[in-house]
Antibody
Framework: QVQLQESGPGLVKPSETLSLTCTVS????????WNWIRQTPGKGLEWIGY???????AYNPALKSRVTISVDTSESQFSLKLSSVTAADTAVYYC???????????WGPGTMVTVSS | EIVLTQSPGTLSLSPGEGATLSCRAS???????LAWYQQKPGQAPRLLIY???SRATGVPDRFSGGGSGTDFTLTISRLEPEDFAMYSC?????????FGQGTKLDIK
């Protein structure tokens, strides 16, 4: 069974960079997209972007200037960096496996990140 | 960007009743790539339906999805107590992938 687990700091200061890692177990990275999604009470679920195992990425235009998603296939991990954070970036961050037809079938449990000084 | 609008915002029903949830897109969803997720408090979303009408692994057959173009529905034929949750639709046929704001299904 495929499992994903987010990890990283739960508190980030304003203007700094949020960094999260998702570790994948129970299946290969190949073929799939590896996604980051966040959820806030006010805006619901928001797709941040994805990375293919090849390193090809796609980002939400609303966040594109601040987002970098990368992959480390040797460690079965992919990562999110979101720069210049503000309180509006406070959210639960999820990683998920995507597939062209089967959508986001596997999700991590999520990690709460608070932006505050 | 495709905007997804879900209705109603809240649906109050009793166990055993049927439920129909709506998801309307601001433009046609490419390839019918529309999914539905169930989410309970403190948990990650769970994929129920993908590609408009295909049930994900392990999803009971009381859940069904339908629609085309810009109008999609999730139908739950006979509500079980564990079905009371938040439901969100997602289009993943074009970038950026977008989600609806959700329909809360609660017990009457």
């Amino acid at each position: 069974q495929v499992q994903l687990q987010e990890s990283g700091p739960g508190l980030v200061k304003p203007s700094e960079t949020l960094s999260l890692t998702c570790t994948v177990s129970g299946g290969p990275l190949s073929v799939y997209t590896w996604n980051w999604i966040r959820q806030t009470p006010g805006k619901g679920l928001e797709w941040i972007g994805y990375v293919y195992p090849s390193g090809v990425t796609a980002y939400n235009p609303a966040l594109k200037s601040r987002v970098t998603i990368s992959v480390d296939t040797s460690e079965s991990q992919f990562s999110l960096k979101l720069s210049s954070v503000t309180a509006a970036d406070t959210a639960v961050y999820y990683c998920a496996r995507g597939q062209t037809v089967r959508a986001f079938e596997f999700w991590g449990p999520g990690t709460m990140v608070t932006v505050s000084s | 960007e495709i905007v997804l609008t879900q209705s109603p915002g809240t649906l109050s029903l009793s166990p055993g009743e049927g439920a129909t949830l709506s998801c309307r897109a601001s433009q046609s969803v490419s390839g019918g790539l529309l999914a539905w997720y169930q989410q309970k408090p403190g948990q990650a979303p769970r994929l129920l339906i993908y590609n408009t009408g295909s049930r994900a692994t392990g999803v009971p057959d009381r859940f069904s999805g339908g629609g085309s173009g810009t109008d999609f529905t999730l139908t739950i034929s006979r509500l079980e107590p564990e079905d009371f949750a938040m439901y969100s639709c997602q289009q993943y046929g074009s970038s950026p992938h977008t989600f609806g704001q959700g329909t809360k299904l609660d017990i009457k």
